[in-house]
Antibody, heavy 120, light 108 residues
Framework: VQLQESGPGLVKPSETLSLTCTVS????????WIWIRQPPWKGLEWIGF???????NHNPSLKSRVTTLADTSKNQFFLKLTSVTAADTALYYC???????????????WGQGILVTVSS | SYVLTQPPSVSVAPGQTARITCEGN??????VHWYQQKPGQAPLLVVF???DRPSGIPERFSGSNSVNTATLTISRVEAGDEADYYC???????????FGGGTKLTVL
């Protein structure tokens, strides 16, 4: 399976960041998927998650600014992050989520990432 | 929210064993996963479910998890193992879905 992020690399403050993850080699209906970001020189933070049944949830630290959607006909899933600030500048990754032995998730396939800068 | 604590850095000589810890309250009851990230690359899963390795990951990488500490052990360390390593758990509560802060492994 391969994942490829796409979208604008520059977003103005207060606007909405929109990214697409295109999946090839597997059907997105078969797995769950996640968006993860990494600010420059910092660690990893999960943003939004969408299950194979279509239910979505987000990191509570982002206070409902996040929407994660999927389009099975295009084998793509999407991230929308509203009201962005400079703190949202990061490398954004999409990844495939697999069930672990506890019934929860780990991430076994990642896209290469896309750098999104928030600046006027 | 749940916190996973990793040492910022670990240094080891080639051929020696590196141990990277991940501390969390009752982490022993959760499944812990580990990722390796080299500069300019996406993270790579190296251990899942505490102890299992994906195909293609050398046997030199192993994991353990007990009580409040999970550990990634890299035996016979090579220069190519130099990277940042992150632990990760996912649980029912949204605020228990976290990555550790990461550990930079330096091969001396």
């Amino acid at each position: 399976v391969q994942l490829q992020e796409s979208g604008p690399g520059l977003v103005k403050p207060s606007e909405t960041l929109s990214l697409t993850c295109t999946v090839s080699g597997d059907s997105i209906s078969s797995y769950s998927w996640i968006w993860i970001r990494q600010p420059p020189w910092k660690g990893l933070e999960w943003i939004g998650f969408i299950s194979n049944s279509g239910s979505a949830n987000h990191n509570p630290s982002l206070k409902s600014r996040v929407t994660t959607l999927a389009d099975t006909s295009k084998n793509q899933f999407f991230l929308k992050l509203t009201s962005v600030t400079a703190a949202d500048t990061a490398l954004y990754y999409c990844a495939r989520a697999r069930r672990d032995s506890s019934g929860y998730y780990y991430f076994d396939n990642w896209g290469q990432g896309i750098l999104v800068t928030v600046s006027s | 929210s749940y916190v996973l604590t990793q040492p910022p850095s670990v240094s080891v000589a080639p051929g020696q064993t590196a141990r990277i810890t991940c501390e969390g309250n009752d982490i022993g009851i959760k499944s812990v996963h580990w990722y390796q990230q080299k500069p300019g690359q996406a993270p790579l899963l190296v251990v899942f479910d505490d102890t299992d390795r994906p195909s293609g990951i050398p046997e030199r990488f192993s994991g353990s998890n007990s009580v409040n500490t999970a550990t990634l052990t890299i035996s016979r360390v090579e220069a190519g193992d130099e990277a940042d390593y992150y632990c990760q758990v996912w649980y029912s509560r949204s605020d228990h879905r976290v990555f550790g802060g990461g550990t930079k492994l330096t091969v001396l």
